[in-house]
């Protein structure tokens, strides 16, 4: 079958992205069957990720996300600042306060909208779980606090955050990409973390501000995660090295995190169309 899909990138993180709501649109179980195919970037369209529009009983919109490598993902900070930009510039709503519903909850997002497009999404994004069995982790109860991991001969002092998905994130003196690219694959499979995890390494440049690299649990290095930039800023927070508001540099470009009073982590970040065209499933 012929199948639409529009091209969409949150600071580098790009997503091919199908509308269930239309006629004629394929199922989740085939886009889920097809996200490998999908996400190549040889013989596929590419992306970090497949984005699909579903209805929901709960919420304004469901969202589903599926990995490279077929597995699905709780939740897509990025992937969700590109689906709010997509329904409101396709015209599935005219709303500037929309709800999501997906694997991790339903989320609330805040529409900034210059000529009738939307420019930046600002994302609730719940309150992070802090404790070992919510990342899950092997061990002790208790939250994941500058705990030292022995990797290889090494040791790594990690925090743990889920935003309903894990990540692991450590503090280097410097965030290279020769250090997530060693790292990231080993902590993703450790047996520490029977459902794998998503890895950061983060650099602290100032009070409030850290630049970080990525390793993206069933994608590998990618140019921005949004719910890492949420873990990264929590995890400095918690460790003593920024304040609750934070701007996170990904190697694709910047996000705004904020850890409000009421808990709740707050993400804004841009979304873009990159292109549109149709594939055959």
């Known amino acids: 079958m012929t199948v639409r899909f529009v091209k969409m990138q949150g600071i580098g993180n790009d997503f091919p992205v ?21 996400c190549d970037r040889r013989f596929g369209i590419g992306g970090d990720g497949t984005i699909s529009v579903l209805p929901s009983e709960k919420a304004d919109f469901a969202m589903r996300m599926f990995n490279p490598d077929g597995s699905e993902a709780e939740m897509c900070g990025n992937g969700i600042r590109c689906f709010a930009k997509y329904a409101f510039d396709s015209g599935l709503t005219a709303k500037t306060e929309i709800s999501v519903e997906t694997l991790a909850g339903i989320m609330m997002l805040d529409l900034m909208v210059e000529d009738s497009k939307v420019t930046q999404v600002r994302v609730d994004m719940g ?36 935003m309903g998905n894990p990540h692991i994130v450590f503090f280097p003196e410097q965030a290279t990409d020769e250090l997530i690219l060693r790292v990231g694959p080993k902590l993703e499979t ?55 508001d934070v701007l996170v540099h990904l190697p694709g470009g910047d996000l705004r995190i904020q850890w409000g009073i009421n808990n709740h982590v707050y993400m804004t970040g841009s979304a873009a169309f990159v292109y549109e065209g149709t594939i055959e499933l």
Not at 18 to 32: C, K, N, S, V, Y
């Open 18 to 38: 199908f509308d269930h709501l239309q006629p004629g649109a394929p199922t989740i179980d085939q886009i889920q069957d097809a996200a490998m195919q999908l």
């Open 127 to 162: 309150e992070p779980r802090l404790e070992r069995a919510q990342l899950p982790m092997e061990g002790p109860s208790g939250p994941v606090l500058h705990e030292a991991l022995k990797l290889d001969g090494e040791v790594l002092y990690i925090t743990g955050v889920s």
């Open 190 to 244: 450790h047996p520490a973390f029977p459902k794998r995890t998503n890895v950061h390494a983060a650099q602290l440049v100032g009070r409030d501000e850290l630049v970080m690299k990525i390793w993206e649990r069933g994608a590998g290095p990618t140019l921005a995660c949004g719910t890492g930039a949420c873990a990264v800023g929590v995890a400095a927070h918690l460790n003593g090295l920024t304040g609750r």
